[in-house]
């Protein structure tokens, strides 16, 4: 994992966000072009950080993964941006293209959908078919029923991560590690620490995208 993170990273960034789509939002009986063309808007999958939910407007490099959708021939649609797309890969690429344009994107489509037989948690809203898929009403049969899901899983090296890494660096320095004697007895240096600090910082800024609040409040952090 830590080198396919270092394949999605670089100008001094180290660190990768994970995000899934659990199902991934696909209607019954339609196709992977109609999805993707219902989430022009906003990107159908969530952050799985315990960091507060942030809208992804752009992003440097990612990798995705979708299971789950049969690989049959897109649906054409003259004048929509996914238009021509021959494969669900393609779809793909076009998608992130649309959706992150100048962004490094790599996508994987594989026919086999995730098993969610038990033992796996039956947590599913009774609006899930057996295969995982989105009906407009809920259904006969109890959730428990839902044998699989499509699946829609990313790594992604983005401006999201600024405020996480920031914050964190933020609660660091807030305390007071004279109070924990232990923690300096297992062998770390308050020099050593103070160094990690700054370059936890320096880490949080390369995924800055600009200036304004977001540097007066790093300012505000050194203080």
Known sequence: ??????????????????????????????????????????????LLSSWREQKVSCCFAQSVVLRGICKERPTSCPGSPLHGCESPEQLLQQYFHTQFP?????????????????????????????????????????????????????????????????????DLRARNLRRWSSFFTAGVEQDDFQEALEELRTLAQCYETGFGADGSEDEADSD
């Open 1 to 46: 994992m830590m080198h396919f993170a270092d394949s999605l990273t670089f100008s001094g960034r180290k660190v990768v966000a994970a995000w899934a789509a659990l199902p991934f939002p696909a209607l019954s009986g339609s196709s992977l072009h109609d999805t993707l063309s219902a989430h022009q808007q906003d990107v159908p999958w969530k």
């Open 102 to 170: 100048g962004a490094f994107s790599t996508s994987h489509v594989l026919q086999q959908p995730c098993d969610t037989q038990p033992p796996f948690p039956q947590f599913f809203s009774p609006l899930l078919t057996r295969r995982g898929f989105v009906l407009d009403k809920a259904q006969g049969y109890s959730s428990a029923g839902v044998e699989s899901i499509p699946v829609l899983a990313a790594l992604q090296s983005s401006p999201v991560l600024h405020p996480l890494l920031r914050g964190l660096c933020r």
